[in-house]
């Protein structure tokens, strides 16, 4: 069982950065596939980014490419989201999720909203 907290969400002008950041609680943090997922007002939940258990791979969606950077620190159980660069259109709900292996993520954070003004 893994339990995840986001937090570091809020408001932030177009062109600035926020950093996101995950906790994981669970002896088995490490083993598992880290992802960030978004949903926007009035549309369905989308792929942001992933991140292997080791942290030697990532794959991020097109929209966020050269942008946003996901890692991870397996001493502190954490993962980290760093977006620079933010557009209005990266407005949304920002979810941290876990699983066994990119695309199976069997746990959910609560979100933490973050709001790009134009």
């Known amino acids: 069982q893994v339990q995840l907290v986001e937090s570091g969400g809020g408001l932030v002008q177009a062109g600035g950065s926020l950093r996101l950041s995950c906790a994981a609680s669970g002896r088995t943090f490490s083993s598992y596939a880290m992802g960030w997922f978004r949903q926007a007002p009035g549309k369905e939940r989308e792929f942001v980014t992933t991140?292997?258990?080791?942290?030697?791979?990532?794959y991020y969606a097109d929209s966020v490419k050269g942008r946003f950077t996901i890692s991870r620190d397996n001493l502190k159980n954490m993962v980290y989201l760093q977006m620079n660069s933010l557009k209005p259109e990266d407005t949304a709900v920002y979810y941290c999720a876990a699983g066994p292996i990119y695309p199976q993520f069997e746990y959910w954070g609560q979100g933490t909203l973050v709001t790009v003004s134009e």
């Open positions: 991140i292997s258990w080791s942290g030697g791979n990532t």
